[in-house]
């Protein structure tokens, strides 16, 4: 067995181009690393491309980033459809695949398959712990979670967790990598659902729901009051609309589904939502409306 180490890590794979693959993708990437981000869509894929190209654009105008940083960075990435080819040499695998275990199992065994045999191969799921993939591969040592917040380009924190079966030095070299890529690890010692900022974060968002269902107050009010009074940078329902309120729906059906207790299914607010296909900033419509840039339509 050859342990993974993060000297050895060269090449990046993120498989997903949504948002946060996208992004964690160029996080990667300007931090020096080779990033290869797959997708079944070419179109994800091209939109991905543009929309990170825009981004980089921004930050050299708002002197976050040179013009030579920027380029080296995004000459840095691939975009590509053939998982196999990009799995072929990658060191360390970020899979931000869509919140359905079926998937997430049958794709880990594949990159089982595919990647070289040190390569540490992780989640960037928050609701589906790794222990629940890892045995569909030959090395659950070398499986863990590692949670990115949204949007990952500015959100520090990145929570690390061990399965039963995760070996201390794949915790280190995750760690490690968090680390070098500017980022702020949290070590989860332990699988719980949710892990730590989520099970707060939860917290937060289904009290909000229920004053909102509840007829207490409207939801702008309520994110308001969480501006406002708490001090947070988005109430729950505009965050709820940045991250994607088919996250959300998805997030409670997996807890449901574990507990058979019928107070974790979606709210009916949510699950309103989610059939009309409203899912918040990149559909265009969630709890609030927003123009092409994503910027909030005055109600």
């Keep these: 067995m050859v342990e993974p180490k993060i000297e050895n890590v060269r090449k990046v ?114 609701t589906i712990e790794s222990s629940r993939i890892a045995d569909a591969t030959g090395r659950p040592d070398r499986v863990c979670n590692m949670h990115f917040f949204n949007p990952a380009l500015v959100m520090k924190c990145v929570e690390v967790v061990k399965n039963p079966e995760t070996s201390e030095a794949t915790v280190a070299t995750t760690v490690a990598l968090t680390e070098r890529i500017g980022k702020e690890p949290v070590v989860l010692n332990k699988e719980v659902p949710g892990f730590v900022a989520n099970r707060i974060l939860h917290a937060l968002a289904n009290e909000a729901i229920s004053l909102y269902e509840n007829g207490v107050a409207s939801f702008e009010d309520i994110d308001t009051a969480c501006r406002s009074a708490l001090g947070h940078p988005m109430g729950p329902f505009e965050l709820m609309d940045l991250t994607g309120i088919d996250v959300a729906y998805y997030v409670r059906n997996v807890k449901y589904e574990r507990s058979g207790d019928e107070r974790d299914k979606p709210a009916r607010s949510i699950v309103e939502r989610y059939e009309r296909g409203d899912l918040g900033r990149k559909t265009g419509k969630g709890w609030y409306t927003y123009d092409s840039s994503g910027r909030k339509v005055p109600s």
């Excluded at 072929?88 to 695949?97: C, L």
């Excluded at 275990?101 to 880990?108: G, T, Y």
């Design 13 to 126: 794979l993120v498989v997903g181009a949504g948002a946060m693959g996208s992004q964690i993708g160029l996080v990667c990437a300007l931090a020096g690393y080779d990033v290869a981000v797959q997708d079944i869509s070419p179109e994800m894929l091209d939109k991905a491309k543009e929309q990170l190209s825009a981004r980089l654009n921004r930050n050299v105008e708002r002197d976050r980033n040179s013009r030579e940083e920027a380029d080296a960075a995004f000459g840095r990435m691939e975009f590509t459809t053939d998982l196999e080819e990009a799995a072929r040499d990658a060191d360390f695998v970020i899979e931000a695949a869509v919140e359905k275990l079926d998937v997430k199992r049958d794709l880990f065994a594949r990159l089982d398959r595919l990647t070289p045999e040190h390569a540490v191969l992780a989640t960037n799921s928050s």
